[in-house]
């Protein structure tokens, strides 16, 4: 087989809206997990507060001999395992799984977004939920690369520059795929983080700014975590949309890897997505699953039968749960 040049184009909904009817009447006793997680709040204040007091410090090490080999270790194994465990906390309380109101939710996010330096939390509230609602489906659900996208990241060399910069196309992708309406929240989530960064970044100065990015860049990257990115719903199985991986890096990462339990339980927090899976697990142990992210980026990469097409679509007739 040779690599892809088309995504799977499927005509029926995403599976997990039948799961959930199926594993609901199965099992009713499911609902108990439903609720908010209280270390989520906890969680992600300390880790936005090591990451900024790394940020502000970092210029100490710089003052070493051999600095910047610190200053890379530091932003690898410290930077980029915060901020990927940052992008998941937000991940978590944009499903409002922290509090029962949803500005003291929206508030949180705001908060966990500090270290990430673009306020990016409710615009990924939103996108996100078109992820959920409208999964796979053209022109709405931005998880999916762009046609372009696809096409020009071919190749091994394509895959490895595309998974290095995975998230800035992450970042960017949205807007061309479909634009947001501001809202009063967009403009309170850029206020504040343009307010942090006035505060934050004149004291942690040029090396706590580039311990910031560099950071990102690793955790959407050349980071074992960012393998979820791929893990989550590339097609490795065919006929399978959505993958588990249940490794130890779901410690650090909110269960993220809990994905099809995930999809069929968004209103379960991360850290009860397990007992989903022991309460129902005749729907899940039939599921392709993976126990490394580490193994799914390489597979992904030197794997010529797999490429940035492989994603299940949608037309549009499917949007907004039709069909």
């Not at 184009?9 to 099992?27: D, G, M, T, Y």
Request: glycine share 6%; aromatic share 16%.
């Amino acid at each position: 087989m040779s690599e892809r040049k088309d995504f799977y184009w499927v005509e029926e909904r995403e599976p997990h809206l039948n799961r959930r009817r199926e594993i609901l009447k199965k099992h009713p006793e499911v609902k108990k997990l439903f609720g908010k997680n209280p270390y989520l709040p906890w969680s992600s204040v300390i880790m936005v507060i090591i990451q900024v007091a790394v940020g502000l410090n970092i210029h100490r090490v710089m003052e070493l001999e051999y600095g910047w080999v610190y200053f890379v270790l530091l932003a690898y194994f410290i930077g980029a395992t915060l901020s990927h465990a940052l992008f998941l906390a937000i991940h978590e309380i944009t499903h409002d799984l922290a509090f029962k109101k949803t500005a003291a939710n929206n508030i949180l996010s705001f908060f966990a977004n500090i270290p990430i330096i673009l306020p990016y939390a409710m615009s990924f509230k939103e996108y996100h939920a078109m992820h959920h609602w409208d999964q796979g489906v053209d022109g709405v659900d931005a998880d999916i690369p762009l046609d372009s996208e696809a096409k020009f990241f071919s190749g091994l060399l394509g895959k490895i520059v595309w998974f290095i910069h995975q998230i800035v196309f992450y970042a960017t992708r949205p807007m061309f795929v479909k634009p947001l309406k501001i809202n009063k929240w967009f403009v309170a989530n850029f206020v504040f983080q343009v307010t942090a960064m006035a505060i934050i970044l004149p004291l942690a100065g040029w090396w706590g700014l580039a311990y910031f990015v560099l950071s990102l860049l690793f955790a959407g990257g050349l980071h074992p975590t960012s393998g979820h990115f791929i893990s989550e719903h590339y097609v490795f199985e065919e006929g399978q949309e959505t993958y588990s991986y249940y490794g130890p890096l779901n410690l650090l990462t909110f269960n993220v890897g809990y994905h099809n339990e995930h999809h069929d339980f968004p209103t379960i927090p991360g850290n009860k997505l397990p007992e989903l899976k022991k309460m129902a697990p005749e729907f899940y142990d039939n599921l392709h699953s993976y126990d490394s992210w580490t193994g799914v980026i390489f597979k992904f990469l030197f794997d010529k039968n797999i490429s940035l097409f492989s994603r299940m679509k949608r037309k549009k007739d499917f949007a907004g749960g039709k069909k």
